[in-house]
RNA sequence: GCGGCCAUAGCUCAGUUGGUUAGAGCACUAGAUUGUGAUUCUAGGGGUCGCGGGUUCGAAUCCCGUUGGCCGCCCCA
């Protein structure tokens, strides 16, 4: 038993572990690039302020945070957005607008592993930045989509609930509720899902009995699953900001409508995602048939730069994490073999025949196929074997009678049959063999 | 931070009321096999039985503690 083990709640990448999650990357980052988004990257640390100033001094203990050896207190980023809206808010006046901007990076969070959770974790990020109008939030949700739906995953599988801050906002507003208690009841619908009734409490608990006309009305936004439904809902209180706010409602649905996704998105005020600093349109992703952590969120923060010191600027943003996205795959059969498998494997005589082989094979590994070879001298019939077992389709056979004769042997490993070629006309003969 | 369950080889597990040198399958390495791979046979490497303490003539086994893991709660950027 090795003395030494990674440290909890952080995951060794063993080969067959870590092609899973490059098979995410790999098709997040194909999405993003389709979408038209720069990938850009951070540093790992940051200071210790930069999570404090965005989400209050309690963020502390769930951070892996310390002081460094100049006395400066730093943390490792638990999230990308303050980072990102640092590096945004420095160059604002300088960046061509809109910024669409994607990162694939480890994240760290000083809390308790459970499944779908761990203390360091990856998350595609892609924000939009300098455009305040709901166009951001059509091309960030349907990067959402796309960045599932390039795992194979289907309409069946999964769905992204949309929701509004502002709407409730308007709303609660309307019915009468100061600012404390707009915040207290956010805390209570967020939980509605999970504790039903119970989860009024939150605002009880803070601001005493609520009445039966309140409770009916937030339980009514609750129970909204069409845009109609919204539209009836708002038509009644003939409120102007709710009726303009309802005006972008419809350009997101019908945006992302005419984008063919409609079978991906519900309206779903039950989502409200915990952060106070999210100021509009907030969404998330999940599994419809499990009872796995949301898949992914977003929504829009267009306070979050200035607070850190920067400009002005509009925002929108979401993140996919890995750890529930690749349990999901794996629930459905989705991940895909993608062990590195060479093109080619080389059979190799005896120590003559490895100096005559190494030639070829570095002359076809230069151009690009992959090619492996015992690097001792083994039994021919051990080589077979282990190329059979590497994967690949073509072996080269480079015998003492072969090169005698100036041929290699080429093998199809799938049908057993083989066929000699001069050697000078190797690279040429496996190029038509793979290539057919 | 709180609660439940668990911990024996790389993996899945067996291990009798506490009793000799802790086992199996899979995987790995080698041989049978000096020019032909999915089978077969043989052999080998790999364990301070998570760690520490206690009870005992004797502990993988019983007791206490601790660490780690899984699941749930809190939280979830």
Redesign the pocket.
Known sequence: ???F??????RDFYPEELAPRTHLFRQWRRAAHAYGFQEYDAPVLESLDL?KA??GDE?E???FSFADKGGRDVALR?????TVCRMVGARANALKRPIKWFSIAD?F???????????CFAQFNADIFGEAGPEAEIELISLLIQCLRGLDLQAEDFYVRLSDRNLWFFYLAALGLEEEQTQSML?AI??FE??GEEAFK?YTDAHGAMSAELQAAVQRMLAIKTLSDLETVVAELDHPQLSARLDDWRRVLSGLEAMGLAEFVSVDLGVV???A?YTGFVF?AFDRKG?L??LA??GRYDNLVQKLGGPDLPAVGF?IGDMTMELLLQERGLLPDVANKPDVYV?I??PE?RRVAFGDIAALRAVGYRVDYPL?D????????????SG?RL?L????????NGVV?L????????FEVPREQVALAVSDFLSA
């Open positions: 038993m090795a003395s083990k990674s440290l909890p709640g952080f999570y965005k989400s963020i203990g769930q951070l638990p999230e990308m957005t303050p994240f969070r000083y809390e308790r592993m459970q499944k779908g959770r761990g203390r805390g967020d939980k999970r504790l939150v995602r915990g952060l600093y998330e009872d952590r949301a969120g977003g993140a059979v005589g005896g025949e001792k083994l039994g021919f019939g051990k080589q077979f074997k282990n190329a059979t077992e690949a072996a056979i480079y015998g003492g009678d072969e090169l005698a042997k093998r199809d490993l799938s049908q057993r049959e083989e």
